[in-house]
Protein backbone atom coordinates (compact mmCIF):
# COMPACT_ATOMS: atom_id res chain seq x y z
CA UNK A 1 0.00 0.00 0.00
CA UNK A 2 3.00 2.42 0.32
CA UNK A 3 4.24 1.74 -3.37
CA UNK A 4 3.62 5.14 -5.00
CA UNK A 5 3.88 7.29 -2.05
CA UNK A 6 5.31 9.70 -3.98
CA UNK A 7 2.82 10.47 -5.81
CA UNK A 8 0.60 11.02 -2.65
CA UNK A 9 2.62 12.57 -0.53
CA UNK A 10 3.01 15.56 -3.44
CA UNK A 11 -0.83 16.36 -3.56
CA UNK A 12 -0.44 16.16 0.27
CA UNK A 13 2.54 18.65 -0.31
CA UNK A 14 0.86 20.94 -3.19
CA UNK A 15 -3.03 20.33 -1.90
CA UNK A 16 -3.78 20.04 -5.77
CA UNK A 17 -3.67 17.08 -8.11
CA UNK A 18 -2.55 19.30 -10.76
CA UNK A 19 0.11 20.86 -9.58
CA UNK A 20 1.22 18.10 -8.14
CA UNK A 21 1.03 16.59 -11.80
CA UNK A 22 2.65 18.89 -12.97
CA UNK A 23 5.70 18.99 -10.64
CA UNK A 24 5.70 15.01 -11.21
CA UNK A 25 5.44 15.51 -14.99
CA UNK A 26 2.60 13.08 -15.28
CA UNK A 27 -1.00 13.94 -16.49
CA UNK A 28 -3.55 14.90 -13.95
CA UNK A 29 -5.53 12.00 -14.93
CA UNK A 30 -2.76 9.63 -14.44
CA UNK A 31 -1.92 10.98 -11.09
CA UNK A 32 -5.69 10.91 -9.89
CA UNK A 33 -5.77 7.23 -11.04
CA UNK A 34 -2.70 5.71 -8.94
CA UNK A 35 -3.79 7.56 -5.87
CA UNK A 36 -7.24 6.25 -6.33
CA UNK A 37 -5.36 2.42 -6.58
CA UNK A 38 -3.79 3.12 -3.32
CA UNK A 39 -6.83 3.97 -1.68
CA UNK A 40 -9.01 1.07 -3.03
CA UNK A 41 -5.35 -1.14 -1.45
CA UNK A 42 -6.29 0.40 1.85
CA UNK A 43 -9.50 0.19 1.72
CA UNK A 44 -10.39 3.91 2.88
CA UNK A 45 -10.12 7.08 1.42
CA UNK A 46 -6.87 9.42 2.01
CA UNK A 47 -7.85 12.59 0.42
CA UNK A 48 -11.43 14.41 1.46
CA UNK A 49 -11.94 15.89 -1.85
CA UNK A 50 -14.73 17.99 -0.88
CA UNK A 51 -12.50 20.59 0.72
CA UNK A 52 -10.68 23.14 -0.96
CA UNK A 53 -7.95 23.29 -0.52
CA UNK A 54 -8.04 19.37 -0.85
CA UNK A 55 -7.33 17.83 2.69
CA UNK A 56 -6.65 14.66 4.12
CA UNK A 57 -8.96 11.97 5.67
CA UNK A 58 -8.22 10.77 8.90
CA UNK A 59 -7.10 7.63 7.43
CA UNK A 60 -4.97 10.03 5.18
CA UNK A 61 -3.01 11.78 8.07
CA UNK A 62 -2.39 8.68 9.44
CA UNK A 63 -0.97 7.78 5.95
CA UNK A 64 1.47 10.58 5.32
CA UNK A 65 2.49 9.96 8.65
CA UNK A 66 3.61 6.81 8.19
CA UNK A 67 5.24 8.08 4.44
CA UNK A 68 7.52 10.73 6.37
CA UNK A 69 8.51 7.96 8.81
CA UNK A 70 9.06 5.88 5.99
CA UNK A 71 11.18 8.70 3.89
CA UNK A 72 13.28 9.40 7.58
CA UNK A 73 14.29 5.86 7.57
CA UNK A 74 15.40 6.02 3.75
CA UNK A 75 17.64 9.30 4.16
CA UNK A 76 18.96 7.74 7.19
CA UNK A 77 20.30 4.76 5.26
CA UNK A 78 21.43 6.50 2.37
CA UNK A 79 23.64 8.21 5.11
CA UNK A 80 24.65 5.40 5.81
CA UNK A 81 25.49 3.98 2.46
CA UNK A 82 27.74 7.46 1.88
CA UNK A 83 29.70 7.04 5.11
CA UNK A 84 31.03 3.40 3.22
CA UNK A 85 31.57 5.45 -0.53
CA UNK A 86 33.76 7.99 0.59
CA UNK A 87 31.11 10.48 -0.71
CA UNK A 88 31.46 9.82 -3.79
CA UNK A 89 27.13 9.53 -4.23
CA UNK A 90 24.38 10.36 -1.99
CA UNK A 91 23.19 13.58 -1.44
CA UNK A 92 22.95 16.28 0.89
CA UNK A 93 19.68 18.64 1.99
CA UNK A 94 19.92 22.29 2.98
CA UNK A 95 17.43 24.00 4.56
CA UNK A 96 17.32 28.08 4.53
CA UNK A 97 15.25 31.36 4.92
CA UNK A 98 15.24 33.99 1.87
CA UNK A 99 18.36 36.11 2.89
CA UNK A 100 21.08 32.56 3.71
CA UNK A 101 19.46 30.65 1.16
CA UNK A 102 20.48 33.60 -1.21
CA UNK A 103 23.74 34.78 0.16
CA UNK A 104 25.19 32.58 2.77
CA UNK A 105 24.20 28.89 1.64
CA UNK A 106 25.26 28.82 -2.27
CA UNK A 107 28.85 29.96 -1.31
CA UNK A 108 29.36 27.07 1.16
CA UNK A 109 27.74 24.95 -1.92
CA UNK A 110 29.62 25.89 -4.10
CA UNK A 111 33.26 25.14 -1.79
CA UNK A 112 31.50 21.61 -1.08
CA UNK A 113 30.66 21.00 -4.48
CA UNK A 114 34.11 21.28 -5.91
CA UNK A 115 35.75 19.11 -3.56
CA UNK A 116 32.52 16.44 -3.28
CA UNK A 117 31.21 16.81 -7.42
CA UNK A 118 29.35 13.85 -6.85
CA UNK A 119 27.32 14.77 -4.05
CA UNK A 120 23.70 15.74 -4.94
CA UNK A 121 22.68 19.27 -3.04
CA UNK A 122 19.80 20.08 -2.95
CA UNK A 123 18.57 23.52 -1.03
CA UNK A 124 15.11 24.24 0.50
CA UNK A 125 13.70 27.74 0.64
CA UNK A 126 11.12 28.28 3.56
CA UNK A 127 10.10 30.11 6.66
CA UNK A 128 11.81 29.29 9.76
CA UNK A 129 8.49 27.76 10.90
CA UNK A 130 8.41 24.94 8.15
CA UNK A 131 12.16 24.16 8.23
CA UNK A 132 11.80 23.18 11.68
CA UNK A 133 8.81 20.97 10.82
CA UNK A 134 11.22 19.72 7.87
CA UNK A 135 14.22 19.31 9.73
CA UNK A 136 12.17 16.78 12.58
CA UNK A 137 10.73 14.27 9.93
CA UNK A 138 14.03 14.51 8.28
CA UNK A 139 13.16 15.61 4.90
CA UNK A 140 16.06 18.71 5.53
CA UNK A 141 19.68 17.79 6.62
CA UNK A 142 21.11 21.30 8.12
CA UNK A 143 19.16 24.20 8.50
CA UNK A 144 21.23 27.58 8.94
CA UNK A 145 19.10 30.20 11.00
CA UNK A 146 19.46 32.58 13.83
CA UNK A 147 16.40 31.81 15.61
CA UNK A 148 16.79 29.15 18.93
CA UNK A 149 15.58 25.79 18.39
CA UNK A 150 14.17 23.00 21.20
CA UNK A 151 17.68 21.54 22.04
CA UNK A 152 15.77 18.62 22.94
CA UNK A 153 14.84 17.96 19.06
CA UNK A 154 17.72 19.48 17.75
CA UNK A 155 21.55 19.59 17.84
CA UNK A 156 23.50 22.81 16.58
CA UNK A 157 27.20 23.92 15.92
CA UNK A 158 28.10 28.27 15.96
CA UNK A 159 28.24 29.25 12.13
CA UNK A 160 29.13 32.85 12.94
CA UNK A 161 27.96 35.70 15.13
CA UNK A 162 25.93 38.32 13.46
CA UNK A 163 24.22 41.90 14.88
CA UNK A 164 21.27 43.88 14.31
CA UNK A 165 21.69 47.92 12.63
CA UNK A 166 19.41 50.32 11.96
CA UNK A 167 18.80 50.92 8.04
CA UNK A 168 17.59 54.86 7.67
CA UNK A 169 16.88 56.49 4.52
CA UNK A 170 19.18 59.15 3.79
CA UNK A 171 16.60 61.39 2.94
CA UNK A 172 15.15 61.39 6.68
CA UNK A 173 15.64 64.95 8.43
CA UNK A 174 16.41 63.23 11.73
CA UNK A 175 19.93 61.61 10.45
CA UNK A 176 20.78 65.67 9.94
CA UNK A 177 21.08 65.75 14.19
CA UNK A 178 23.19 62.68 14.33
CA UNK A 179 25.94 62.77 12.34
CA UNK A 180 28.58 61.45 14.70
CA UNK A 181 26.50 57.85 14.82
CA UNK A 182 26.71 57.55 11.10
CA UNK A 183 28.22 54.45 9.47
CA UNK A 184 29.11 53.80 5.39
CA UNK A 185 28.80 50.08 4.11
CA UNK A 186 32.30 50.06 4.43
CA UNK A 187 32.18 50.52 8.34
CA UNK A 188 29.79 47.44 8.76
CA UNK A 189 31.86 45.04 5.74
CA UNK A 190 35.26 45.81 7.73
CA UNK A 191 34.08 44.83 11.03
CA UNK A 192 35.34 48.35 12.65
CA UNK A 193 31.80 49.61 13.80
CA UNK A 194 32.19 46.70 16.33
CA UNK A 195 34.62 48.59 18.29
CA UNK A 196 33.98 50.18 21.61
CA UNK A 197 35.36 53.85 19.53
CA UNK A 198 32.38 53.77 17.92
CA UNK A 199 29.38 54.93 20.03
CA UNK A 200 25.84 53.00 20.03
CA UNK A 201 22.95 55.51 18.61
CA UNK A 202 20.11 56.44 20.94
CA UNK A 203 17.43 54.64 19.69
CA UNK A 204 14.83 56.91 20.91
CA UNK A 205 15.71 59.68 18.32
CA UNK A 206 13.71 57.65 15.81
CA UNK A 207 10.28 57.10 17.66
CA UNK A 208 8.48 59.27 15.66
CA UNK A 209 9.40 58.09 12.67
CA UNK A 210 7.85 55.29 10.31
CA UNK A 211 8.84 51.52 10.73
CA UNK A 212 9.01 48.45 8.83
CA UNK A 213 9.47 45.48 11.07
CA UNK A 214 9.31 41.70 10.71
CA UNK A 215 6.31 39.57 11.88
CA UNK A 216 6.76 38.89 15.70
CA UNK A 217 7.04 34.85 14.82
CA UNK A 218 10.53 36.35 12.69
CA UNK A 219 13.54 36.50 15.46
CA UNK A 220 14.55 39.70 13.76
CA UNK A 221 11.08 40.85 14.39
CA UNK A 222 10.87 39.68 18.11
CA UNK A 223 14.71 41.56 18.83
CA UNK A 224 13.41 45.01 16.80
CA UNK A 225 10.46 45.47 19.52
CA UNK A 226 12.71 44.22 22.35
CA UNK A 227 15.07 47.01 21.58
CA UNK A 228 12.17 49.78 21.15
CA UNK A 229 10.95 48.59 24.24
CA UNK A 230 14.15 49.28 25.98
CA UNK A 231 13.87 52.74 24.97
CA UNK A 232 10.52 52.95 25.84
CA UNK A 233 8.79 53.62 22.77
CA UNK A 234 6.56 51.34 20.68
CA UNK A 235 7.70 51.99 17.11
CA UNK A 236 5.01 53.45 14.23
CA UNK A 237 4.76 49.83 12.05
CA UNK A 238 4.37 51.10 8.26
CA UNK A 239 4.88 47.43 7.06
CA UNK A 240 4.87 44.06 8.80
CA UNK A 241 6.74 41.63 6.45
CA UNK A 242 8.29 37.86 6.54
CA UNK A 243 11.76 38.90 5.06
CA UNK A 244 14.76 40.69 5.95
CA UNK A 245 15.61 41.54 2.12
CA UNK A 246 12.43 42.76 2.01
CA UNK A 247 12.50 45.46 4.87
CA UNK A 248 15.94 46.84 3.84
CA UNK A 249 14.68 47.10 -0.07
CA UNK A 250 11.36 49.44 1.00
CA UNK A 251 14.13 50.76 3.00
CA UNK A 252 16.07 51.59 -0.03
CA UNK A 253 12.73 53.51 -1.29
CA UNK A 254 13.07 55.72 1.67
CA UNK A 255 9.95 54.90 3.03
CA UNK A 256 10.81 53.54 6.47
CA UNK A 257 13.15 52.20 9.05
CA UNK A 258 14.23 48.84 9.20
CA UNK A 259 16.26 46.45 11.57
CA UNK A 260 19.13 44.98 9.19
CA UNK A 261 21.69 42.33 10.19
CA UNK A 262 25.31 42.84 8.77
CA UNK A 263 25.47 39.39 7.37
CA UNK A 264 22.63 41.19 4.80
CA UNK A 265 24.62 44.56 4.61
CA UNK A 266 28.19 42.57 3.83
CA UNK A 267 26.65 40.64 1.20
CA UNK A 268 24.70 43.06 -0.83
CA UNK A 269 25.62 46.01 -2.71
CA UNK A 270 25.72 49.16 -1.16
CA UNK A 271 23.03 51.47 -1.38
CA UNK A 272 24.32 55.58 -0.92
CA UNK A 273 20.31 56.19 0.02
CA UNK A 274 20.86 54.53 2.89
CA UNK A 275 22.20 55.53 6.49
CA UNK A 276 23.51 52.92 9.30
CA UNK A 277 23.59 53.10 12.91
CA UNK A 278 25.35 50.74 15.16
CA UNK A 279 22.54 49.82 17.96
CA UNK A 280 22.82 48.91 22.21
CA UNK A 281 21.47 46.11 23.87
CA UNK A 282 21.82 42.46 24.05
CA UNK A 283 18.95 41.54 21.77
CA UNK A 284 21.26 43.48 18.95
CA UNK A 285 23.34 40.56 18.73
CA UNK A 286 23.22 36.65 18.06
CA UNK A 287 24.31 34.09 16.29
CA UNK A 288 23.90 31.94 13.21
CA UNK A 289 23.31 28.27 14.15
CA UNK A 290 24.05 24.84 11.43
CA UNK A 291 20.86 22.75 13.16
CA UNK A 292 19.85 18.78 12.41
CA UNK A 293 17.36 16.89 14.36
CA UNK A 294 19.06 15.04 17.84
CA UNK A 295 20.15 11.19 17.66
CA UNK A 296 19.88 10.91 13.68
CA UNK A 297 22.88 9.50 11.68
CA UNK A 298 25.14 11.72 11.15
CA UNK A 299 26.42 11.33 7.49
CA UNK A 300 30.33 11.91 6.70
CA UNK A 301 28.35 14.47 3.67
CA UNK A 302 27.12 16.98 6.60
CA UNK A 303 30.10 16.46 8.21
CA UNK A 304 32.02 17.50 6.01
CA UNK A 305 29.99 20.34 4.72
CA UNK A 306 30.28 21.93 8.54
CA UNK A 307 33.74 21.48 8.45
CA UNK A 308 33.90 23.39 5.28
CA UNK A 309 31.57 26.29 6.70
CA UNK A 310 33.72 26.79 9.72
CA UNK A 311 36.71 26.81 7.64
Not at 80 to 92: R, Y
Not at 164 to 191: M, W, Y
Not at 214 to 242: I, Q, S, W, Y
Request: hydrophobic share 40%; net charge negative.
Amino acid sequence: MFQGMEYVYEVYKEKSFTKAAQNLFISQPSLSATVKRIEKKIGYPIFDRSTKPLGLTECGQKYILAVESIFAAQNEFADFVNNWGDLKTGSLILGGSSLFSSWILPQLMGRFTRKYPLVKLVLVEESTAELEKLLQNGRVDLVLDNCLLDSDIFDSCIYKEEHLLLAVPRSFAVNEKLETFQLCAEDIKSGTYLTDEVPDVPLECFQREPFIVLKPENDTGKRAMDLCHLHNFVPDVLFELDQQQTAYNITCQGLGISFISDTLITRTPDNPHVIYYKLAGESSGRNLFFYWKKGRCFSRAMEEFLRLAKD
